[in-house]
């Protein structure tokens, strides 16, 4: 079974400051993709970042960077220079690029990061 | 930019009724999604769709919950007789084929069953 963890339920990080919120995921497949997403209060869901299991180098979007880490299954999020603004609710999830289970995504429990001015 | 939009913002429904959520997709996008997301749960997936069939459902997708594509453009969740759990926010989300099939996010249908 395919599962995502993010064992972090809050944190909290001083403004301009850097943040790495964790996700661990496991899975069988050679094959996947995984993702971050973030949800304000208002309850969209806009996606930060992908990073696929077959790239050689960890994707960057802007301020976020995904450190991928294969061989301990781990794909945490690092947000450079934080803002208000970010404070919101994320979520990893993981896509299975696989024969089987082809089109389902795995969403972790969340992190809720609050920025202090 | 293209978005997927979803109607209506909230529904709220009595025990038992049916009701059914709507969403327009991104128009060149292939692929469907339905998730729903408890009050501070996490968010679950329920169904996916491509070429006009279901292509993986979970197991809270059960006999009372439907998904259709009735016309090319609106993609819908039908609830066949609620109940008290089935209160949550409800995502549609689509994509299109690519590398990362990055899916899109609409706004979400606040459902409450009372």
């Known amino acids: 079974a395919q599962k995502i963890t993010q064992t972090q339920p809050g944190m909290f990080v001083q403004e301009k400051e850097a943040v790495t919120l964790d996700c661990t995921y496991d899975t069988s497949d050679q094959s996947y993709g995984l993702f971050w997403y973030k949800q304000p209060s208002s309850g969209e869901m806009i996606f930060l970042i992908y990073q696929g299991s077959y790239d050689e180098q960890n994707a960057t979007e802007g301020r976020y960077s995904l450190n991928f880490q294969k061989a301990r299954k781990s794909a945490n999020l690092v947000i450079s220079a934080s803002q208000l603004g970010d404070s919101a609710m994320y979520f990893c999830a993981m896509r299975d690029l696989g024969r089987n289970n082809f089109n389902k995504f795995y969403f972790g429990s969340g992190t809720k990061l609050n920025v202090k001015p | ?3 997927v939009t979803q109607t209506p913002s ?9 009701v059914i959520l709507r969403c327009v997709p991104i128009s060149n996008h292939l692929y469907f999604y339905w998730y729903r997301q408890i009050l501070g749960q996490k968010v679950e997936f329920l169904v996916s769709f491509y070429n006009n069939e279901i292509s993986e459902k979970s197991e809270i997708f059960d006999d009372q919950f439907s998904v259709e594509r009735p016309d090319g453009s ?14 949550a926010m409800y995502f549609c989300a689509s994509s299109n084929r690519g590398r990362s099939y990055e899916q899109y996010f609409g706004p979400g249908t606040r459902l409450t069953v009372t």
């Open chain 2, 74 to 87: 609106n993609f819908t969740l039908k609830i066949r007789s609620t109940k008290l759990e089935d209160s």
């Open chain 2, 10 to 18: 909230h529904q709220v429904t009595q025990m038992g009724q049916e």
């Open chain 2, 1 to 3: 930019e293209p978005e």
